[in-house]
């Protein structure tokens, strides 16, 4: 079933609080009376949607993987190395929505979300080549998964410093993330 404009709307401003309220306190210390207040809704509301703040962020998280655009297609090149365009478009995913994933990432004081992504690239990855990848290969993928996850941190957390292009062709030559 399709979310009416009004309720799709009103998930958008709780998670804009929500994401406000976490790059300066904790979730365990972010109240539902606090994100209320922050979008200016009422608590029974908030209830119409969420059980609690857990769910919210919850939400959140799953919303921004489920939009992540997928980084292969399904032609026999993309089996052998990621393209740097359709990498490119992860990127640019993430720059797109830097503030979303500055603060899931690391102004949070948990590494759910962090997980959540890691193990949805690789859950892909693994999906698209799992006729390809041996048991080295995959504990490979997870290496390099891992580590370009690692380098997209310290390029959020630096601001950018490199553009798009730039910085896919240094993901791509330091995590090597070849798939056969």
């Known amino acids: 079933m399709k979310e009416s404009r009004k309720t799709l709307m009103t998930k958008k401003v709780f998670r804009e609080a929500l994401l406000e309220l976490l790059q300066s306190k904790p979730l365990s210390k972010i109240t539902i009376t606090e994100i209320c207040e922050k ?9 119409a949607h969420y059980v609690e703040v857990g769910d919210l962020l919850h ?69 698209v080549n799992r006729n390809y ?20 941190l310290e390029w959020i957390k630096r601001e950018f410093p490199y553009d798009t292009k730039e910085f896919t062709k240094l993901v791509m030559e330091n995590a090597k993330i070849m798939l056969v």
């Not at 998964?145 to 380098?151: E, K, L, S, W």
């Open 39 to 47: 979008a200016d809704l009422n608590r029974s509301t908030f209830y």
């Open 59 to 127: 939400d959140i998280e799953n919303e921004m993987i489920s939009n992540i655009p997928k980084v292969y297609d399904n032609n026999e090149y993309s089996r052998k190395t990621v393209k740097t365009a359709e990498l490119e478009s992860f990127f640019d995913y993430v720059r797109e929505n830097a503030f979303e994933f500055r603060v899931l990432l690391i102004d949070s004081d948990s590494n759910a979300f962090f997980e959540s992504l890691k193990n949805a690239i690789l859950k892909y990855y693994i999906s």
């Open 133 to 152: 990848l041996s048991l080295d290969k995959e504990f490979q993928l997870i290496y390099s998964v891992n580590g370009a996850i690692g380098m997209m």
